[in-house]
């Protein structure tokens, strides 16, 4: 195929601009990789459609059904206007989906003995790891982490993150800017006498834009883990995935926007309740819940700070008892606790802030694969005998319905 032997070119191309090395700009650098992965992508696609071309002439083909979004169609179950499909690769990852099934590790990739390769140089039972490495380092010094371990990441990352854990949907970026869109104005539906005329409803969208904004973590590993390997793979991966997600969690929910994404609690578009005095009951929950409602979402996330869980389980009623929890916060299925939700707020410096959300509203965009710098020298690494990990990752967040998301202040 024509197109094929195009991408590989190309490819060819990049690669050899990477290698020379001379007089690149970061810049360019960061535009090298976002076309290998436009081109790795589409590659795929190519190779997904010729399989599947293959099948219907042999006859293995079976059939299946792709919902997809188009300005004016139906949108998804959910009603969030977002762009859905049942193919093995959707736009969108729900909570329960994960990017290791997107991107299955079918080599048997290590994350370990990938590090191990790249700091020490011993590539001993590592020949896969070494070809991804050679074929994935940049001039910058940083090398990629491989898509297929970069998903496993991932869903570490998720599983720390507060924000998915609640629910809210990832979408895994192949480009810098990705373009999704959401319900600008809802249909009315109504009633009519038989054979009179109808007024017509109409669904409007409008486009919201996920820019990818460079978060990182740093994780530091003892060279004798990197040299022995025992559990590194584990250690290493979860350490990334919580320096990653409380960076992920902190400038979702409060990034100042800029380089940063701009943080859904900080939007002038959502709900805010307000805690006029100190915390004895669940009213401003409760008041929370109601503008959520109110605003046809249902709110199936609350998320607190230490601090305020701590009040809310000191509760008692005017005799002194535990004082029960309403059943409309008790069916809330995701009740969650998360410190990058601040408790030094307010005059005092002792105001915390919660939030009660229906997660269909949020959508967080990550792209992949993941960046990693690695340093012996830097800050104390050396006196330590550690290797510092930088690690990138690429996201933004968008909100496709500000009022199903409520911000309470003033818990204190």
């Given at each position: ?35 290998l ?30 919902a997809t ?11 969030t ?13 729900g ?15 290590s ?27 940049t001039v910058?010094?940083?090398a990629l ?19 998915f854990?609640s ?7 192949e ?8 319900v ?79 943080g ?28 959520v ?34 059943k409309?916060?008790?069916n ?48 104390d ?7 510092y ?5 690429f996201?933004?967040?968008a ?14």
């Open positions: 195929m024509k197109r094929a032997y195009e991408i590989k070119h190309r490819k060819l191309e990049l690669r050899q601009e990477l290698e020379t090395g001379a007089g690149i700009t970061e810049e360019r650098l960061g535009e090298i990789e976002a076309e992965r436009q081109l790795e992508a589409e590659e795929e696609r190519i190779g997904g459609a010729a399989a599947r071309l293959e099948a219907v002439r042999n006859g293995s083909a079976h059939t299946r059904t792709v979004f188009s300005p004016g169609a139906a949108t998804s179950a959910g009603g206007g977002l762009p859905v499909s049942r193919d093995e690769k959707a736009l969108m990852l909570k329960e989906q994960r990017m290791a099934d997107r991107y299955p590790n079918a080599a048997g990739l994350l370990g003995r990938y590090l191990r390769g790249i700091v020490t140089g011993n590539w001993t039972g590592a020949a896969a790891e070494s070809a991804e490495y050679r074929s994935l380092t910058s010094g940083a982490i491989p898509q297929v371990l970069s998903a496993q990441v991932l869903d570490a990352v998720r599983a720390k993150s507060v924000l854990q629910g809210a949907s990832m979408v895994p970026m480009a810098r800017t990705v373009v999704i869109p959401r600008k104005t809802d249909p009315v539906f109504g009633f009519k006498a038989e054979a009179e005329a109808c007024d017509e409803s109409i669904i409007e969208f409008e486009g919201i834009e996920l820019k990818a904004k460079t978060a990182y973590g740093l994780v530091s590993v003892s060279l004798e883990a990197l040299e022995s390997g025992q559990g590194l793979d584990t250690a290493v991966q979860l350490a990334m995935a919580e320096a990653l997600a409380n960076v992920i969690d902190s400038k979702c929910l409060f990034g100042a926007g800029g380089i940063e994404p701009a859904i609690l900080l939007s002038d578009k959502i709900n805010t309740v307000t805690a006029l005095s100190a915390l004895t009951n669940w009213s401003p929950f409760i008041e929370g819940i109601g503008k409602r109110g605003a046809n979402g249902e709110p199936t996330a609350l998320v607190v700070n230490a601090a305020t869980d701590e009040i809310m389980n000191k509760f008692t009623t005017a005799e002194g008892l535990p004082l029960p929890m309403p409309v916060i008790e809330i299925p995701n009740r969650l606790i998360s410190n990058q939700l601040p408790s030094n707020l307010g005059t005092g410096g002792n105001e915390s802030v919660a939030m009660v959300y229906d997660p269909q509203s949020v959508v967080v965009g990550i792209q992949s694969p993941i960046r990693v710098e690695l340093s012996r020298e830097a800050g690494a050396y006196k330590k005998g550690v290797v990990l930088r690690v990138y990752a996201c933004d967040v909100l496709t319905r500000p009022g199903w998301v409520c911000r309470i202040d003033g818990l204190k």
